[in-house]
């Protein structure tokens, strides 16, 4: 330490001393000692500790201090300490340098001299250092820089304490590479400043192992712990539909997976697509030459080897998508993995489970002659082994050489990947140590086996060296081991420790290569003990197929004369003694064989299996199976009561199934059920174990009868032998579908137990365990091929668990395939979703069964849906087959049914059969043309299989052209058949086009069976199917289901198709919502539209009736003109509703929710109404326009008359004023009513009353009547003229009719003989007669005066009605005498209204009337009294109010129909007879219904009645009426307000300007305002003030009066009828079903096809037995299936099949009950009411079934709802 050469001292010390530079005089006692040398005895980052040298002795006596001043370039600062020898100093900045002077300080303030010494504090250490960008070699650090300032970082690497690699940075980060894999490194990161270095931050870090950090750049680091589950790589996304390349690592599994689940050979060929890559083909621009790119790229060990994706999905795969992907290479014939290597654990895995499910079938040598073939699991084949190993490096490419040898010059296998392949010579990473396996199957021909028995060939991956484990165990499996070597000596040696395997050991040495030693191998053969021909040697000589040729020689001689046979299930043990691990030892998997082991174990003969384990799906579901269909169809029904004969066929069905229950649960089934309802993965292994088991059965059991069955069918003649090969085969097959079965059907049985039954809730969730097996992507069966049945509330209950499972996502999309049995249907399927419909155990698919697929996020949103639902079929039979056991009709069946479950069915057909193809097609558009009908359009794509020319498509243009003229015959013979023949094409029937819509696909095999790969031209021709496929689905309009919504279609179609005439049979609740939604719609619409033409034609009506009166508005000088420019302005607004109608229509069509698609046939119905409406509508309003006009001309010249009588009689009273003022006298009252009278009757007598003589109405409505009946002959004429009209209609009408009823006494039934058609003329005449009494009621109502237009239109309901009713046979007798009977009352009433009218409107009665009113006004005038509020009053009571509560009536009519409209019963025709026969119901009442069946408009039109009180006494109208007064007030307001800011000359004026404001809006009674208008003196000023003050009380009193009006008064009022127009919406068409007289439920007025939701029995229309008079109980729902028949008036009383019923009655359609409980409404009310009935009906009561005893009113309720579709 140097001193300081001077240091500040106190002042005092300076003054003691003299002046500087003089030698001070030292004393002993002021000197201080200086610190001496300072030395750092540590150094922090923000603490220094200095060290001073002692203090020599001196006096104790004296103490001293020390100061420390220390300072850095930021920071000064002072310490002051007792003397010591160490000093710490804190609060330091890190990593700076400090100054540090010491100084010693006596008691009196003397100090020495100062010592300093500069120290570097330390920096502070870095913080947050974190590890980031791990690898197999590389790992990155970072850190943030510590508080400070920092010139530098030193990072050190350490493994097991030793130094791997120190870096230094100034920046904060570090990449170390380099590294070893799987190696924990302690990593130190140290800051540096001025040459110090911080305390360091430790952390330490794992590198990746060479399978994480691949697994990571695969994307599947997650999935090696969750494992990949096959629903996952079945998913459909976005990666599976689009040919995007690859462009990055992580891509490459799913590419990889993509391929393979499609399988396509080119699967392996998997690699990034670079830049480069992407723009090589890019020729146009001019490059130099660049030769060292061209040397130096692109590098192929850039790209991953595909035996690591491989690996690595094995590694990430759970064991059922390892066992698919293993399936998938097999088929493709690719190696698959026997030992999988593990690189992180070192250890192995036997891949058992994963190969169990390879079935190989291949023909050896011995089997040549017999054309026999061996089919089996190629795990439990015990077959030679020959394993190919390396040692060491090797010049030979193994892998490359095995391909060689396998192949022939024919056919070459890539079936190894090898270093020529693509990716195959890059860097293995994971893969060494993985043995694949192959096997080489023989086909029976010599000259194209290469070997003729079958083998096994394993290829270990890696040298021996490094895998002796994988070594030993091919030592000890194989029966010979070849080893590829180029090795020294020292190498050969690890061969001598298996000398002694069981293997033998072939070395194989290539001589080209230089390193070999001769030497070393002549000893290592010799300590083998090989003998010659166990060394191969590649020699110069030697080419490689030499090569190939000998090695081929030295490996058939070992499978000719093996040693040792192996199975793959045999090695387990081996393995399990070396350490190996077997996938198959987990619990799961042992637990589930051993469930699926004690179940199949008892399994000695499959048939009598079945009966005892299975007992419920044998003879009795069979059973059920037939009454069911006999249930639908009645064939054998024959003169028995139709519904005593379904009642029997429903106990026989009971009886079967307590039948069922009285079975236990068998010991199977139990295991079975337990084994299901086990959580995880255990199910699933037990359900494919159960499958495994099962299957190898059936192959051991079954492959003979197959056999035979396929060469029985090559010859059509063997008719009887190969029905009796398809029975043994159905009988002997067993699969895990048949568990399920008997599942489904215990399930159904229990259900006909009580609810609360034991046995019934323990099975409740069975539905859900099934759906939860879909889910997981199992099958499900729906139509049990063996039954030819679908357990309908077993797969229904089913599908509501799974909807409840994946609620909300339940939207899926079906596609199914149809075609020829064994033409790879299935096979197409698999290839094209990935998944694994059976194909090749067991017999070909019977029935159908159904998959779920998975819809990916990123695929949704363009589908619309949330799984894809995958249909497979059994294959229609070809002709010759179907005539074996009239499965034709099945087929038929099977078509409808999947086609109408589809959303698109691919049709599989062969060109090269004409016959099988035209069978196939008849049956496609069959289906097709039944799907159309019911509102489904599905779409459909023909696949033409083994098509395999690059132009297939250009060349089968003739063949496409022909399949289209096929289609269109097909569809001509199927439209007459189905009675729908306006479909004259297929077009007609579905978009179809012959370019777009076929598909050529080559053959399934790219060369010979067994050893064929799968065609990659099969592959992409059905993925390019699979892409074609979900764009349509993408581009449908239609909506997808729900699942709900499936389960119902579902149930509807099945239910139709098991009826022999399908489209009169459908009835399904989805197309019923969708009708029901568009009917609430379309009455919507049409409601707005009448509604809006109804407030038109009432201002159209005001106008009119202001016409001529001080209120017109019109300047229509002419009511002619006026009445023309109304309908012109009508005929526009009725255009602009129209139009809006339609495009409503329209756009509601276009829609894709609600399943529109389903009701589009009805859109042109519709579309017709809305014209048919608008055209009703307009001949409507010109009526009431030309109407109005007329009466209201005749009004005028009243009025005129009577305006004329007012004037003179006001002059007069004037007169009488003049002449009493000038008397002068006063006058009483008495006296100036003497003077009145005087003066009235004076004048009176002076004017002239021509009294209007009243027309002859009698003689105008006889005049119209013969003009009516003029076009029906002179015959009609003459009847006219027997009778005076005014002796018509005063008696109730009765029909008798002229023929006598002939007695028939067979006892066959009678319908329609003679009193039943008096009964139904009756019916009609009444219905028609009330309607037109209703219309006289409604006109009298409006006390108008008549018009000829009125008759006109009796007329026109009368026609109308008789139109409607052409079924019912009438003559003309009846015609004149019906419209004589209508004409004639109508007349009689029209005539007294006309009266009413002439005397109401006489003009001395109405002066009369005004007589007090003039006499009061006399007086008032004459005494000068105000009269303003009086006049206001007056004005207000007999001119705006009458025409305020006019107003209200008006326009209160539609507010109630609109109110009324708002509730369910009134929002269709459907929903309002439901509602009516559930208030009937509900009510209990006999007679009631009599009424109903009898007089049913009638009692329709008293229940709508009734519903409108009901509805208006709990809620008032008061709201609509409220709002239409304040309207008027309103206006009446601002009509005075407008009056007052005119300038009026007087108060006459003033209110001309009032009425005139209102004239479009109130019609003010003209007499009245004629008399306010006389004697009025009224100050107008005065009288606006009192005029206003009256309307409010005038508003007050009317809504007082309205309020206390009930609803029924207010009715009476109304100028519409809500009552009339609510029954005109629902009552529709009026039509009635000719059978049972129940009324049309079709939707708007125009279409071409009636019918009901519930038809009832005929008793209820007074039909009976003839023999026994007992009321028939039978229902046309059920007649029209059966095979009855029937005669009426329509048939000339000729017999006619009920089945052929719309032949007669071609409007009506008929279809049976929706269910077999569907009709239990009417059964319960005819067994509830029998009795009563009887008498009403003068009949003996009906035989009623014993079934319909138990119908509960609950039950006849719920029956109801289901007819009618209510939720």
């Not at 459909?236 to 399988?263: A, G, H, Q």
């Not at 590694?315 to 290479?329: G, H, N, P, R, Y």
């Amino acid at each position: 330490m140097e001193e300081e050469e001077f240091y500040d001292a106190p002042d005092a010390f300076l003054e003691h001393h003299g002046e500087e530079g003089e030698s001070p005089v030292t004393r002993h006692s002021d000197y201080v000692p200086p610190p001496g040398e300072v030395t750092v005895l540590y150094s922090g980052s923000e603490t220094v500790s200095l060290g001073l040298a002692p203090l020599a002795q001196t006096d104790s006596s004296v103490r001293y201090k020390l100061q420390i001043d220390y300072s850095c370039d930021t920071q000064r600062g002072s310490v002051i300490v007792e003397d010591s020898s160490t000093v710490d100093v804190e609060g330091l900045n890190p990593g700076t340098e400090y100054t540090f002077r010491i100084t010693r300080t006596a008691e009196n303030g003397n100090q020495s001299k100062a010592a300093s010494v500069s120290v570097f504090t330390e920096p502070l250490q870095p913080v947050r250092v974190t590890v980031c960008n791990v690898s197999s070699e590389s790992l990155s650090l970072q850190w943030e820089a510590p508080a400070g300032e920092v010139e530098s970082y030193t990072v050190t690497c350490c493994s097991e304490g030793e130094i791997v690699e120190e870096l230094k940075t100034d920046t904060t980060s570090v990449t170390f590479s380099s590294l070893r894999p799987g190696v924990c490194y302690s990593l130190h990161v140290s800051a540096l400043k001025n040459e110090r270095l911080s305390k360091p931050t430790v952390t330490s870090a794992y590198t990746k192992t060479q399978l994480e950090s691949l697994l990571e750049d695969l994307g599947l680091e997650q999935h090696y712990t969750e494992k990949l589950s096959l629903s996952k790589i079945l998913q459909i996304d976005e990666k599976t539909i689009t040919d995007e390349p690859v462009r990055c690592n992580s891509d490459l599994p799913w590419y990889f997976l993509k391929k393979l689940m499609m399988v396509n050979v080119t699967a392996r060929n998997v690699k990034c697509t670079s830049e480069c890559e992407s723009n090589h083909g890019d020729l146009s621009e001019d490059i130099e030459l660049d030769f060292e790119n061209l040397l130096h790229g692109p590098n192929s060990g850039d790209i991953l080897n595909p035996l690591d994706i491989i690996t690595a999905l094995f590694l990430c795969s759970d064991a059922f998508v390892q066992q698919e992907i293993t399936l998938k290479m097999s088929v493709c014939q690719f190696s698959v993995p026997l030992l999988l290597p593990n690189c992180d654990t070192e250890k192995c895995t036997l891949m058992l489970w994963a190969m169990r499910d390879i079935v190989k079938k291949y023909r050896p040598q011995s089997l040549s002659q017999s054309k026999g073939f061996i089919e089996d699991r190629i795990v439990l084949s015990e077959l030679p082994m020959i394993s190919f190993v390396r040692l060491g490096e090797c010049s030979l490419s193994k892998s490359e050489i095995l391909n060689k040898v396998l192949s022939n010059s024919e056919q070459y296998h890539g079936t190894f990947v090898h270093s020529n392949m693509e990716g195959g010579n890059s860097q293995r990473k994971i893969s060494d140590g993985l043995t694949e396996i192959t096997w080489y199957l023989p086909c029976g021909n010599k000259n194209m086996d290469i070997f003729s028995e079958p083998v096994a060939i394993a290829n270990l991956r890696g040298d021996i060296a490094s895998f002796e484990t994988q070594f030993s165990f091919l030592c000890q499996t194989s029966a010979a081991v070849f080893v590829l070597f180029d090795t020294s000596e020292s190498d050969c040696k690890l061969l001598t420790a298996y000398k002694s395997c069981k293997a033998q050991i072939f070395l194989v040495g290539n001589h080209l290569n230089e390193t070999l030693s001769l030497d070393a191998v002549k000893k290592e053969a010799k300590t083998l003990g090989l003998a010659k021909n166990n060394i191969i040697f590649r020699t110069k000589r030697m080419n490689d197929a030499d090569f190939v040729k000998s090695l081929r020689k030295t490996v058939r001689d070992v499978v000719e004369n093996p040693k040792m046979k192996m199975s793959i299930e045999q090695m387990v043990d081996i393995a399990r003694e070396l350490g190996i691990l077997v996938d198959e030892d987990c619990p799961e998997c042992q637990t589930a064989k051993k469930n699926a082991d004690d179940i199949t174990a008892e399994i000695q003969n499959t048939l009598q299996y079945k009966e005892a384990q299975l007992p419920l799906t044998g003879q009795i579901w069979k059973e059920l199976t037939s009454l069911e269909e006999e249930e639908f169809r009645l064939r054998k029904v024959g003169s028995e009561n139709i519904e005593n004969y379904k009642s029997d066929l429903q106990r026989q069905k009971e009886k079967l199934r307590s039948k069922q229950n009285s079975y236990d649960i068998s010991n199977a089934m139990i295991c079975f059920i337990n084994a299901i309802s086990s959580q995880g993965i255990g199910r699933c292994y037990f359900l494919k174990w159960m499958r495994i088991n099962l299957d190898n059965l059936s192959r051991e059991k079954l492959s003979g009868l197959r056999e035979q069955y396929k060469e029985k069918c090559k010859n059509s003649e063997n008719k009887d032998k190969i029905k009796d090969i398809d029975k043994q085969l159905s009988s002997s097959s067993l699969g895990t579908e048949h568990f399920f079965r008997e599942m489904g059907q215990i399930y159904e049985a229990s259900v006909y137990l009580p609810e609360t039954h034991p046995s019934r809730q323990q099975l409740q969730h069975l539905p859900r365990l099934c759906a939860g097996l879909l889910l997981d992507g199992f099958p499900l069966e729906l139509v049990d091929g063996d039954a030819s049945n679908i357990p309908l509330r077993w797969v229904s209950d089913v599908l509501s668990q799974l909807s409840d499972l994946v609620s909300p996502k339940s939207k899926i999309l079906v596609v199914t395939v149809l075609g020829v049995q064994s033409t790879g249907k299935s096979t197409l399927l698999n290839t094209m979703f990935g998944v694994q419909f059976a194909v090749s155990s067991g017999r070909c698919t019977r029935g159908a069964f159904m998959l779920l697929i998975r819809i990916n996020e990123d695929v949704r949103n363009v589908l619309n849906c949330d799984f894809m639902v995958i249909i497979d079929t059994q294959g229609l039979k070809s002709p010759e087959l179907a005539r074996l056991d009239d499965s034709h009709e099945h087929d038929n069946e099977l078509a409808t049914f999947v086609v109408g479950l589809s959303d698109i069915t691919i049709i599989n057909i062969a060109m090269e059969n004409s016959t099988e193809m035209k069978d196939i097609l008849q049956i496609v558009v069959h289906a097709f043309l039944r799907m159309k009908e019911v509102g489904k359009k599905p779409k459909c794509q023909f696949v033409h299989q083994n098509v395999s020319d690059v132009s297939a498509h250009e060349k089968n243009l003739r063949d496409r052209k022909l399949l289209l003229q096929q289609l269109n015959e097909m569809t001509q013979a199927a439209a007459k058949m189905e009675k729908k023949e306006e479909n004259k094409s297929f077009t007609d029937v579905m978009e179809y086009s012959p370019d777009t819509g076929n598909w050529y696909i080559p053959g399934l095999w790219n060369g010979n069976p067994p050893m064929a790969p799968v065609n990659a031209g099969y592959s992409e021709a059905v993925y390019e199917l699979k892409k074609n496929i979900i764009q349509l689905l993408g581009n449908s309009v239609s909506s997808a289901y729900d699942i709900s919504e499936f389960k119902e279609w579902m149930s509807s179609l099945w239910n139709a198709v098991k009826h022999e005439n399908f489209i009169f049979s459908f009835r399904n609740s989805l197309v019923a919502d969708a009708y029901m939604r568009l009917c609430t719609e379309f009455n919507r619409w049409e409601w707005e539209f009448k509604k809006d033409m109804f407030r038109w034609v009432t201002n159209a009506e005001t106008r009119i009736s202001n016409f001529g009166t001080v209120a017109a508005k019109s300047e229509k000088a002419d009511m002619r003109e006026l009445v023309t420019y109304l309908k012109r302005e009508a005929c526009a607004v009725l255009t602009k509703w129209e139009k809006k109608l339609l495009d409503n229509l329209t756009q509601y069509f276009k829609q894709t929710e609600g399943h529109v698609n389903l009701v589009e046939r009805h859109k042109k119905e519709f579309s017709n109404s809305t014209i048919s409406f608008r055209q009703e509508m307009q001949s409507s309003l010109f009526q009431q326009l030309t109407t109005a006009a007329d009466i209201r001309q005749g009004i005028i010249k009243l009025e005129r008359i009577k305006e004329n009588h007012t004037k003179q009689l006001e002059k007069r009273v004037h007169g009488l004023i003049e002449e009493c003022w000038e008397k002068r006298v006063e006058m009483t009252d008495q006296e100036l009513d003497r003077e009145f009278d005087k003066m009235w009757n004076e004048t009176v007598n002076e004017l002239s009353f021509s009294k209007k003589q009243p027309t002859d109405v009698f003689s105008s409505v006889s005049f119209h009547l013969r003009e009516n009946l003029s076009p029906k002959g002179s015959h009609a004429c003459e009847l006219l003229s027997q009778q005076s009209l005014k002796d018509c209609g005063q008696v109730p009408f009765k029909y008798t009719g002229k023929r006598r009823h002939k007695q028939i006494k067979n006892t066959v039934r009678i319908f329609f003989n003679f009193e039943d058609h008096v009964m139904c003329v009756q019916n009609m005449a009444d219905s028609i007669i009330a309607s037109c009494t209703q219309f006289v009621i409604e006109k009298l109502e409006r006390k108008t005066n008549y018009h000829d237009t009125y008759i006109e239109e009796i007329l026109h309901i009368i026609d109308e009605r008789l139109q409607n009713n052409q079924d019912v046979k009438t003559d003309i007798e009846f015609e004149v005498s019906l419209k004589e009977h209508i004409c004639g009352f109508a007349a009689r009433h029209f005539q007294k209204m006309h009266k009413d009218f002439l005397q109401e409107n006489d003009p001395y009665r109405c002066l009369s009337r005004n007589k007090e009113k003039f006499q009061s006004d006399f007086k008032d005038v004459f005494y000068e009294r105000d009269q303003c509020q009086k006049k206001a009053k007056e004005f207000t009571d007999r001119c705006l109010k009458p025409a305020v509560e006019d107003f209200v009536n008006r326009f209160l009519g539609p507010d109630i129909v609109g109110e009324m409209m708002t509730r369910q019963e009134f929002s269709t025709r459907m929903f309002f007879q439901y509602s009516v026969l559930l208030d009937l119901l509900l009510k209990d009442d006999s007679e009631k219904y009599v009424n109903y069946f009898q007089k049913y408009e009638r009692y329709v039109r008293e229940w709508i009645h009734e519903q409108i009180v009901e509805h208006f006494s709990n809620r008032s109208v008061s709201e609509f009426e409220d709002l239409h007064l304040q309207s008027s007030i309103n206006s009446i307001n601002d009509a005075i307000s407008k009056a007052n800011a005119e300038q009026s000359d007087n108060l006459k004026t003033f209110v001309e300007h009032i009425c005139q404001e209102l004239g479009d809006k109130l019609v003010i009674p003209q007499d009245d305002l004629g008399a306010f208008m006389i004697l009025n003196k009224a100050n107008q000023e005065q009288f606006a003030h009192w005029l206003t003050e009256c309307v409010k009380e005038m508003a007050a009193d009317l809504r007082e009066k309205f309020k206390k009006t009930n609803i029924q008064m207010k009715l009476k009022n109304l100028h519409m009828n809500p009552q009339n127009e609510l029954f005109t919406r629902v009552i529709g068409c009026s039509k009635q079903c000719p059978f049972c007289a129940v009324p049309c439920e079709a939707g708007g007025k125009a279409h071409t096809e009636h019918w009901a939701s519930l038809h009832r029995p005929q008793a209820l229309g007074r039909y009976r037995w003839h023999n026994t008079g007992n009321l028939i109980t039978d229902i046309c729902s059920s007649l029209v299936t059966s095979e009855k028949h029937f005669r009426c008036h329509a048939t000339n009383n000729e017999w006619h099949p009920y089945k052929c019923y719309a032949d007669i009655f071609p409007d009506w359609k008929i279809p049976p009950d929706i269910s077999l409980q569907a009709s239990d409404y009417w059964k319960y009310i005819l067994t509830r009411f029998n009795r009563e009935f009887a008498e009403e009906f003068d009949a003996q009561p009906a035989d009623i079934p014993e079934s319909w005893k138990g119908i509960t009113p609950e039950k006849a309720k719920q029956s109801l709802k289901e007819s009618f579709s209510i939720k």
